[in-house]
Structure formats: C-alpha cells, structure tokens
C-alpha cells in the first residue's frame, strides 16, 4: 500500500502509516503541482489545506479510500468519492471539546476585554483599567447555529456559567428551516456561535439582514467555516456599532491577506485556524485517522464513526 501524504500527521498518526506502508508526501497540499507516482497511491491524506478534488482522485486508479483528518470535509470532493465508491474516512466528534474552549475562549476575550487588557499593559497603560467596559457572561444569551457535537459540547460550557443557552438546528427542513428558527432568537441574542458545515446551501449564511435582525451589541463568533460569512456586512455591521465585536478562528481567505478589513478592525478577535489542534486533540484525530485508513488498506472493519455516508 501507498499513502500520499498532503499534510503531515501528528507524529503517532504518521507512525502507524509508516509500519503499514510506504508513505509518500507531496511538497504541498497541491498535489497536482508535482510529479508524483500516482499510478502506486492507494490512500490520499489530507487536513484543511489539501484539495481532494476529482482530477486527483482520477489520477489514482488503485485509490482506495480518501481521508480527511479533522471533521470538515469542504476541501473532499464526497460526491466524486460516492461515484467512484471511494470510502470517506474522517475524524467527527473527536475534535468537539478543544473547538468548544476555544469558543469559550473567544466569548470571553471579547466580553471580558482579555486581549485588549493584556495588550494595554504590556504597553505600560495600566490605567485602562479603567475603560475597559468588560461585561459578563453570566445571563448573556447565546445563541447555537447547529446541534452537532461541537454545539453541544460548547452549550454545557456556557449553561455551566450560567448563560442561557439556546441550540437552533434544521429539525429535518434543510437550511430555511434552521433560518426559520433561528429568526425568533436573533432580536434577543447576546452572542450568536456558528456550528454548521459549509456548503452551497450556506455560502454567506451570516449576510446584511442577518446581522441587522441581531440584537444591538451583539457579538458573533465565527469557529466553523469562513464562508458562512459575509465579510463585508460584517466590517459594516461593526463600522456602524451594530454588531459589538466578531470573534473568528476561520476566514474566507487562509491565510487572509494583510489588508483584510476584518483582520485591521478594532473590534475583532481572529485566531489562526488552531481551534482544534491542541497537543490531545490534534494526536487523537490523527491516530483515529491513521488507524482507519490503515484498516481499509488491509481489508479490516473501520470504526463506524470514521465513515462519511453524506449529509444528514
């Protein structure tokens, strides 16, 4: 078996890979930018940046699973996979709790003006003690795009500090019935969290008349997909006071470049991408990758968990 490799694996996950074949690594996630023996490739690895898309999985005629350490799968071609009965392997749930402190992390940065504080005093103001209009969390509204394992796991986070904490899901209408219920929250929300993967159905899903249906002063956080929001209401919305302050661990753009107006604006709170890769976390999602598409490999049982049978 051959494994090309697109990103590397925590160090564990890249071992096991290693005692079950040959590994091969692309100098970029790009694969199509190199020479590469794709004839040999039996699995193609890949994390956020890689692009599995149908031209590459084409190229590899003795392909026999695609996987995607993390839960995201936007940058796998799932539909050319389906059609070539290319099994899907990924790594849901597993990055739950490190994405849920990282939300809580955003919420209390921005309410608790924690950034700022620390900046200020590393610049030797310690007298924005006494403008830091910090707020607290407690009896704050939250409201949850989404009910998936992330969601959850962040509503027992905030419902422990004593936030009310409301979870808006599809309930089996597809995206306008997740808008439906969202609308009958949005005018009381202190801070609305996005826990929905990104698709054609949702591109912009955070647009002008969203933002404008929120409760003044509201904050938005922004851990799922950069692509679920319009930018440029976004700049606008904070421009205006509207929206207090947008907290993000995804952009539209990864990198963003460095005149993005979301990134330079006072109020924001941007992360790179880290939600989920804490030293725990990231070796579990790469051992529970590794372990699976080695198991597809050898003709063995994967965890039923690590298959993608398509969207619910």
Same mark, same amino acid.
């Given at each position: 078996?051959?494994?090309? !490799?697109?990103?590397?694996?925590?160090?564990?996950?890249?071992?096991? %890979?290693?005692?079950?074949?040959?590994?091969?690594? +692309?100098?970029?996630?790009?694969?199509?930018?190199?020479?590469?023996?794709?004839?040999?490739?039996?699995?193609?690895?890949?994390?956020?940046?890689?692009?599995?898309?149908?031209?590459?999985?084409?190229?590899? /005629?003795?392909?026999?699973?695609?996987?995607?350490?993390?839960?995201?799968?936007?940058?796998?071609?799932?539909?050319?996979?389906? #059609?070539?009965?290319?099994?899907?392997?990924?790594? /849901?749930?597993?990055?739950?709790?490190?994405?849920?402190?990282?939300?809580? !992390?955003?919420?209390?940065?921005?309410?608790?003006?924690?950034?700022?504080?620390?900046?200020?005093?590393?610049?030797?103001?310690?007298?924005?003690?006494?403008?830091?209009?910090?707020?607290?969390?407690?009896?704050?509204?939250?409201?949850?795009?989404?009910?998936?394992?992330?969601?959850?796991?962040?509503?027992?986070?905030? +419902?422990? %500090?004593?936030?009310?904490?409301?979870?808006?899901?599809?309930?089996?209408?597809? !995206?306008?019935? %997740?808008?439906?219920? %969202?609308?009958?929250?949005?005018?009381?929300?202190?801070?609305? +969290?996005?826990?929905?993967?990104?698709?054609?159905?949702?591109?912009?899903?955070?647009?002008?008349?969203?933002?404008?249906?929120?409760?003044?002063?509201?904050?938005?956080?922004?851990? #799922?997909?950069?692509?679920?929001?319009?930018?440029?209401? !976004?700049?606008?919305?904070?421009?205006?006071?509207?929206?207090?302050?947008?907290?993000?661990?995804?952009?539209?753009?990864? /990198?963003?470049?460095?005149?993005?107006?979301?990134?330079?604006?006072?109020?924001?709170?941007?992360?790179?991408?880290?939600?989920?890769?804490?030293?725990?976390?990231?070796?579990?999602?790469?051992?529970?990758?590794?372990?699976?598409?080695?198991?597809?490999?050898?003709?063995?049982?994967?965890?039923?968990?690590?298959?993608?049978?398509?969207?619910?």
């Amino acid at each position: 078996m051959t494994i090309l !490799m697109l990103e590397t694996l925590d160090t564990a996950g890249m071992a096991l %890979l290693g005692e079950a074949g040959e590994v091969i690594h +692309s100098p970029t996630p790009n694969a199509h930018d190199h020479s590469l023996p794709f004839d040999k490739v039996t699995a193609i690895i890949t994390r956020g940046l890689g692009k599995l898309d149908r031209p590459l999985l084409e190229k590899c /005629p003795n392909l026999k699973v695609i996987a995607r350490c993390g839960a995201g799968l936007n940058n796998l071609d799932t539909v050319a996979a389906k #059609a070539m009965n290319i099994p899907v392997v990924f790594a /849901p749930g597993i990055n739950a709790t490190a994405v849920a402190e990282h939300v809580l !992390m955003l919420i209390m940065m921005i309410l608790r003006k924690g950034f700022r504080a620390v900046t200020e005093v590393k610049n030797s103001n310690w007298q924005y003690r006494n403008d830091m209009q910090s707020d607290d969390l407690c009896g704050k509204k939250v409201t949850l795009v989404g009910t998936g394992n992330i969601a959850r796991k962040v509503a027992e986070y905030t +419902s422990a %500090l004593s936030m009310e904490t409301v979870m808006c899901g599809r309930e089996g209408r597809g !995206m306008q019935g %997740l808008r439906d219920n %969202l609308e009958t929250h949005l005018a009381t929300t202190d801070v609305l +969290s996005l826990h929905i993967p990104a698709d054609n159905d949702n591109d912009l899903f955070v647009d002008a008349i969203l933002l404008n249906n929120l409760k003044p002063g509201a904050i938005v956080i922004n851990t #799922a997909r950069g692509s679920l929001i319009d930018e440029l209401a !976004m700049v606008n919305a904070l421009n205006d006071g509207h929206i207090a302050a947008y907290g993000a661990d995804v952009m539209t753009t990864q /990198p963003p470049p460095a005149d993005n107006a979301l990134i330079n604006h006072p109020n924001t709170v941007v992360t790179p991408h880290a939600a989920a890769l804490t030293k725990r976390t990231y070796q579990e999602m790469s051992i529970f990758t590794a372990l699976n598409v080695v198991s597809i490999l050898s003709g063995s049982t994967p965890d039923k968990l690590s298959i993608y049978h398509g969207a619910a």
